[in-house]
């Protein structure tokens, strides 16, 4: 369908797919991958491929590598690094205070969306060098202590 009237990103958005419950989710793939884009285009979401954040890390940057992931999902399964802090995304408008405006912040979770979320929330509180991670954990490529979450988890 797309492809055929030759579609753009915003097509791709505003598509009309029908919902059917039992064969997919409310809110399509295809709508959350085309909203991703528009708001990287928009400069809304700023994000580091998981290559950019390893080669910042390597290089000792000085940076927040804040995992937004639930404490249990932590203990499972982490990035241990020295700039990994966990603050998760559930409490992170309450803990605001205890995060420096002057220092970057990547954000990071399982598969981006709650990285995503935190970005939004930071720089609604006015934190100017936040940016997620794109992928997240899924998209890791590198050593991590613990073992990956089984998909669909």
Known sequence: TALSFGAIVDDLANLDLAYAPPYNSAMDPLHNAANVIRNKQSGYAKALTPM???SKLESGDDFIFLDVRAPEEWEACRIEVPQARLLPLRELRV??????????IVTFCQTSVRAYQAQRILNGASFDNVKF?????????????????????
């Open 52 to 54: 950019e954040v390893k």
């Open 133 to 153: 991670m794109d992928g997240s954990i899924a998209a890791w490529p590198y050593e991590i202590l613990g073992a990956m979450p089984e998909p669909n988890q």
């Open 95 to 104: 803990r605001l205070s205890g995060l420096p405006k002057d220092t970057e």
